[in-house]
């Protein structure tokens, strides 16, 4: 009798034990969730940021500063940034829908599998979207009759591309790869915390 009241305790304790140790690993789970969590809402407040800028930019700093007029050179400008404005804004707003797709409560290979979406689809855009800038910068240039090829022209033209190629150098050697490198990171150790 006592051999199986015995045995009966130590079932207990051994379930109580597994309780504990699941209930442990779900706290822990969550504490780790979090962070990442957190680096997405600011990569997500960031890219609903750049679905507002790019708006208020043209609203307030090119629309008064340009003077339509009924020439080609002003509808080729015009369709040049026209152009490349609407899809890279097409693009920013798949992205920021990418950035709500993902969802922790979902098992954490779908997360990575989402995020490595994520992360592949915002280098894309941003390596042709600095490919096009180019393009969307000569149309501006010529709605707002500013000559390409003149010595006042030389140090604006250097000035831009002397950022542009900083800017290049910044949003690929910091920005995106470090953000989500950081992310993935994270993601990794929820993932360990699951395999154990």
């Given amino acids: 009798m006592e051999l199986i009241e015995l045995q009966n305790i130590w079932g207990q304790y051994d379930k109580k034990l597994t309780d504990n140790t699941r209930l442990n690993k779900e706290i822990l789970r969550r504490m ?40 080609i050179d002003f509808y080729i400008g015009l ?13 920013a707003i798949r992205y920021y829908l990418l950035i709500c797709k993902i969802d922790f409560s979902e098992p954490t290979l779908a997360i990575k599998k989402e995020i490595a979406e994520l ?19 000569i149309g501006i240039f010529i709605m707002a009759q500013i000559p390409f090829f003149s010595i006042n022209s030389i140090v604006p033209f250097s000035l831009i591309i002397l ?29 360990e915390l699951e395999k154990e």
């Fill in 32 to 71: 780790l969730i979090s962070k990442p969590e957190k680096r997405l809402n600011w990569i997500k407040i960031n890219a609903g940021f750049n679905l507002i800028l790019p708006i208020v930019l043209i609203l307030l700093v090119l629309v008064p500063h340009i003077q339509f007029r009924s020439s």
């Fill in 79 to 91: 369709g040049l940034f026209t152009a490349f404005s609407l899809i890279t804004y097409i693009w």
């Fill in 119 to 137: 992360e592949k689809y915002k280098i894309k855009i941003t390596r042709i979207g600095y490919i096009f800038a180019p393009f969307a910068m």
């Fill in 163 to 191: 950022v542009m190629i900083t800017s290049i150098y910044y949003t690929f050697k910091y920005s995106i790869y470090e953000r989500f490198r950081k992310l993935n990171i994270e993601i990794k150790e929820i993932e």
